[in-house]
């Protein structure tokens, strides 16, 4: 069973940073494309950050030019550096593979994310 634990959230004010961190284990960690999601209340979760195996990225144009992610395929973790962060991105955040570019992959079960809180 794939195992996803996410970390790094916390509270910041605006125009802060954090660095989140996503832990996989139980899945052949190297060949899928991970992506990153969030929630923020009311509102469905939508993908913000994916990565492929060849370290291709794709951004949601609300956080282009802000997020970058990363991944570490001999530590099995993907990274996502926020910076100049803002109320909207107010979210828990949660990892998981990303199937935007193959069908042919599943979705692990989710993770309990971390809490990003922008305010001041």
């Known amino acids: 069973q794939v195992q996803l634990v996410e970390s790094g959230g916390g509270l910041v004010q605006p125009g802060g940073s954090l660095r989140l961190s996503c832990a996989v284990s139980?899945?052949?960690?190297?060949?899928?494309?991970w992506g990153w999601y969030r929630q923020a209340p009311g509102k469905q979760r939508e993908l913000v950050a994916g990565?492929?195996?060849?370290?291709?990225?794709n951004y949601a144009d609300s956080v282009k030019g802000r997020f970058t992610i990363s991944r570490d395929n001999a530590k099995n973790t993907v990274y996502l550096q926020m910076n100049s962060l803002n109320t909207e991105d107010t979210a828990v955040y949660y990892c998981n593979r990303d199937r935007s570019s193959s069908r042919a992959v599943a979705l692990a079960a989710w993770g309990q994310g971390t809490q990003v809180t922008v305010s001041s």
């Open positions: 990565i492929t195996g060849g370290g291709s990225t």
């Open positions: 139980g899945s052949i960690f190297r060949i899928y494309a």
